[in-house]
């Protein structure tokens, strides 16, 4: 039975055409999708909710076409999408010299610490009546939140790479004359470049719970105060749509940064979770 | 996360070791400490200077000495401790819930094949999407009471933990389990002793990242939902525009997150000691 047990393992898995796995591969997605579809829509039929409380797949998705014939569904999504856009494009500059120049001097680091890590514990949101309190409702506003949300995790991980860098490498790199330019553009940033990437990858995620933060609480504009408003007028089944749409996003940014995040990474072993 | 190797060969002086490898700056544990608190006090000193000196109005920064009388002014009228103690006691009930829920779940969705099948889509696509969407669904469905805020410290850290703790149970060493299989344990047996043990470490860090995110969630359930807590208090002063309130319980926020997450972090140190 062990040896058996053995047997099965060692063998190589059946592999298919390359064609055949690429189409293959939203497969689960899609099954499971659809079978959440039907699992929602039994529900209505058993149970034939208020459609205020619970509207069925039917209705949503008639108040998504509805919304997107109207002309409403892009604006909204345009507009969120810039304020994230530029707040990561912002934190990016900011947060990667930093974290690196952080990562590089242990007097630095010790220095920063305190703060990052108080930055870091506390969910940054918090501060969300802070910046409202300074810049009112608006673009800005939404756009400090997602600098303040994405550029801590970025510091974080980029002063991390840097200080995970092998020792041994170092001081081989040294040995055989590396100067200090050599040595970082050819030792620390190829092995903090992953760590870059996670967190950027971090760093989306988070900034998206800001810009929405902001956009469901002050009704500045975008996505978020679509779901809003469409809660205050009853109009479940398009807080419905909407909120899918929200989903899709993060969907598609966290899926992306996943990518790039295996891209830089992929002489490593593995991802760090 | 790394495979999960049993390293029994230590360096054998770790102090001298670590002195050898490293070509970085040392600081001992006596300087930090020194550095720390030199550190903290110049931040306030230079905060109280600038508030007093500069042409910064006090609605954006009031003077630290305020923001000091502020605090001691709310904990004589009782608003202070109150609501700590609200919010306190609503995050805990909340995160032994979570944990209550996630752990077993993951153990079980790791270790049952077909359940990872069914259940891992949904479980990394709620653990993806922020989980701030869904507050206006709880708004709508739960109402605007504590179970909504119940509810959203729930949401926020049971994904969190579960992902750690099934993506934990997969990285079981599979010659241990096979060795245990030949040695004839039973399911129950397998999970107890081999299963279970080696996904402690996971279970750790699963916890603290719920931790985390139950944070976030505890200042969303405030800041829409509750008429009580440090979250509401935050808002309501920003609100008001009582800067020095706000200052006072944002710093009195930190202060807890730090702590607990600082808590948490030890913990799991100290579970994972084992590992490498």
């Known amino acids: ?273 | 996360m790394s495979t999960v190797t049993a390293k029994p060969v230590r360096a054998p002086d770790v102090k001298t070791f670590r002195a050898y490898r490293s070509s970085r700056r040392v600081y001992s544990r006596k300087q930090r400490w020194i550095v720390g608190v030199l550190n903290l006090s110049t931040f306030f000193v230079v905060w109280q200077l600038v508030a007093v000196y500069s042409d910064i109005p006090q609605l954006f920064l009031p003077s630290v000495t305020d923001v000091v009388r502020e605090l001691k002014e709310m904990s004589d009228e009782g608003i202070l401790w109150g609501n700590l103690a609200i919010s306190v006691w609503i995050y805990v009930f909340s995160m032994v819930i979570s944990i209550a829920i996630a752990v077993p779940l993951g153990l079980l969705i790791g270790g049952v094949r077909i359940l990872d099948r069914i259940l891992s889509t949904y479980v990394w696509a709620l653990y993806t999407t922020p989980r701030l969407i869904l507050m206006p669904l709880i708004l709508l469905w739960v109402g605007i009471n504590d179970t909504a805020r119940v509810v959203i410290i729930v949401l926020s850290a049971v994904p969190a933990t579960l992902v750690v703790v099934m993506e934990g149970v997969k990285t079981v060493d599979t010659s241990l389990v096979r060795a245990a299989r030949a040695f004839g344990a039973s399911r129950l047996r397998l999970f107890r002793s081999v299963v279970f043990p080696s996904t402690v470490p996971f279970i750790a860090t699963g916890i603290r990242m719920g931790v985390s995110r139950g944070l976030i969630g505890l200042f969303i359930g405030e800041y829409f939902t509750s008429a009580d807590g440090i979250g509401y208090i935050i808002t309501l002063a920003g609100k008001t525009f009582n800067s020095a309130r706000m200052y006072g319980m944002l710093l009195i926020f930190v202060l807890f997150c730090v702590a607990l997450v600082g808590l948490t972090q030890l913990l799991e140190r100290k579970v994972s000691a084992w590992r490498a």
């Open chain 1, 1 to 273: 039975m062990a040896t058996a047990a053995i047997g099965t393992a060692l063998q190589p898995r059946r592999t298919r055409p390359r064609w055949q796995r690429w189409a293959l591969k939203p497969l689960p997605g899609l099954i499971s999708f659809a079978g959440f579809v039907l699992v929602w829509q039994s529900v209505i039929w058993i149970f034939d909710p208020n459609p205020i409380l619970f509207p069925g797949p039917v209705d949503v998705w008639q108040a998504f076409i509805d919304t997107w014939a109207a002309g409403d569904l892009w604006p909204p999504v345009i507009d969120s999408m810039r304020a994230m856009f530029v707040g990561l494009v912002i934190s990016l500059v900011v947060g990667i010299p930093l974290g690196l120049a952080i990562g590089m001097s242990p007097t630095a680091d010790l220095i920063t610490s305190p703060y990052l890590w108080g930055f870091f514990a506390m969910p940054r949101i918090a501060l969300a009546p802070l910046l409202i309190l300074f810049l009112g409702f608006g673009f800005e506003v939404k756009v400090w939140l997602v600098v303040l949300s994405a550029v801590i995790p970025i510091i974080l991980s980029c002063k991390d790479g840097v200080q995970t860098t092998d020792e041994s490498l170092v001081r081989a790199a040294r040995s055989f004359g590396a100067g200090r330019l050599d040595m970082f553009g050819k030792v620390i940033a190829p092995n903090t470049l992953p760590f870059i990437a996670s967190g950027v990858r971090n760093g989306i995620s988070r900034g998206f719970v800001g810009l929405l933060v902001i956009e469901l609480t002050t009704g500045s504009g975008g996505i978020g105060t679509e779901v809003m408003q469409s809660m205050r007028n009853f109009d479940t089944a398009r807080m419905f749509a909407f909120t899918g749409v929200l989903i899709a996003i993060a969907l598609i940014l966290v899926s992306l940064s996943r990518r790039l995040e295996a891209y830089a990474s992929r002489w490593r072993e593995e991802v760090v979770l």
